[in-house]
């Protein structure tokens, strides 16, 4: 080794002799630690801690969420139970008659009012046509009324004129128009409207099954219009009535409408039944197949439903109305004469002479076994949740 590198190493050496001795008197002798308390909040949490506690905050406001929820369920579980549970204890064929308002009477006159006008015309200002027909249906030999008047905005009768009325039967594709239009005679009646009377079999359609419309052409004072009646008519009568019978029995009153049925077939019958003071109380109907021949309706008053009302006794059969459906031709039915008015007065009976069992029946039982498998699971996802 030459002197030139035995000068470097040496020089070497004492720098590095200078650095350490230089490092060690400038920095201090230990590193104080951190307090605990500022270790903690300089410290970064762990990732696994953080998302632990979101985790659970979130658990919580999904088991919340849930269990409002299933709350919810139950309570419209339970509500859909009880109103299907109390709507069903009474057949079908026994309801309070409260339930159908619009049954209460129903051999009232249609009534209808509208500004007297020509068809596509304007109405005439100040002036209201009122209209009434007694049915809208007929059978055999019923015949139909009805009546027409004027009225100012004040309600106050107008002079009017029927100058032409004629009943014709409407277009039907199904069967070959041409029949002849028949006059009909509008007279003025006792309340100072003016009235008319169509009799289909003695009028022009004693073999004629469907819509026949009766137009009336008015004149109010030099202002015109028009008025139609449509009547759907069949000239079939299926049946007869021949008398009422009743019995108590199975806890319930039944009423037996005899009738003398030349037509086979479903019919459909309803009744009236007030109480003693004349107050509205059921809807009685019956829908079946009858055979030909001397046949009973029966109409039952369900037990439950009298001891429920309370109605006072005797009570009152009225206003009886029903029909053979025809299916699938047009009209779709055949009516049985009208019964207005009182039908038959049932004898008097003490409230506990009739049960006060509910109905029953396979589809109520289905439904209710149903609607409470809804209730009951509802309560217990409730209780799950609640623990």
Avoid at 82 to 100: D, I, V, W
Wanted: one cysteine or more; a neutral charge; glycine letters at 6%.
């Amino acid at each position: 080794m030459g002197r030139p590198a035995l000068i470097a190493i040496a020089c070497g050496g004492i720098v590095a002799v200078i650095a350490a001795l230089s490092f060690g008197r400038d920095a201090p002798a230990v590193v104080p630690a951190p307090l605990p308390a500022v270790a903690a909040a300089v410290a970064p949490r762990p990732a696994a801690a953080a998302s632990a506690v979101s985790f659970g905050a979130s658990a919580v406001q999904v088991r919340r969420a849930q269990l409002d929820l299933w709350q919810q369920r139950l309570v419209r579980a339970e509500d859909t139970l009880s109103k299907y549970k109390t709507s069903t204890r009474y057949p079908h064929e026994a309801r309070p008659l409260a339930e159908h308002p619009d049954q209460q009477r129903p051999f009232d006159p249609v009534a209808e009012e509208m500004p007297l006008r020509t068809p596509g015309g304007q109405p005439a200002k100040g002036v209201h046509v009122r209209s009434t027909q007694d049915r809208v249906f007929a059978s055999g030999a019923e015949s139909v009324r009805v009546t027409v008047r004027a009225v100012d905005d004040d309600d106050r009768p107008l002079p009017l004129l029927v100058t032409r009325a004629v009943a014709f039967d409407l277009p039907d594709a199904r069967r070959p128009a041409g029949r002849p239009q028949v006059p009909v005679n509008f007279t003025e009646a006792a309340d100072g409207s003016l009235a008319a009377v169509l009799q289909p079999s003695t009028q022009g359609f004693p073999d004629f099954a469907g819509t026949i419309r009766i137009q009336a052409y008015l004149n109010q004072a030099g202002q015109l219009g028009n008025v139609n009646f449509d009547v759907v008519y069949n000239p079939l009568v299926p049946a007869e009535w021949a008398g009422v019978r009743e019995a108590l029995q199975a806890g319930s009153l039944d009423f037996f409408l005899k009738a003398k049925v030349a037509q086979p077939g479903r019919y459909v019958v309803s009744a009236r039944v007030d109480d003693a003071a004349g107050k509205p109380f059921a809807l009685l109907s019956f829908n079946d197949e009858v055979a030909v021949g001397e046949q009973e309706f029966r109409l039952r008053l369900f037990g439950k439903l009298v001891r429920d009302g309370k109605p006072a006794f005797p009570l009152t059969l009225r206003d009886v109305q029903g029909f053979l459906l025809v299916p699938d031709r047009f009209p779709d039915r055949a009516m049985l004469p009208r019964q207005p008015g009182t039908v038959h007065t049932s004898q008097a009976y003490a409230l506990d002479s009739f049960s006060d069992a509910e109905w029953s029946s396979e589809e109520r039982s289905r439904y209710l076994a149903e609607l409470s498998k809804d209730v009951d699971e509802a309560k217990r996802q409730v209780d799950a949740l609640n623990r």
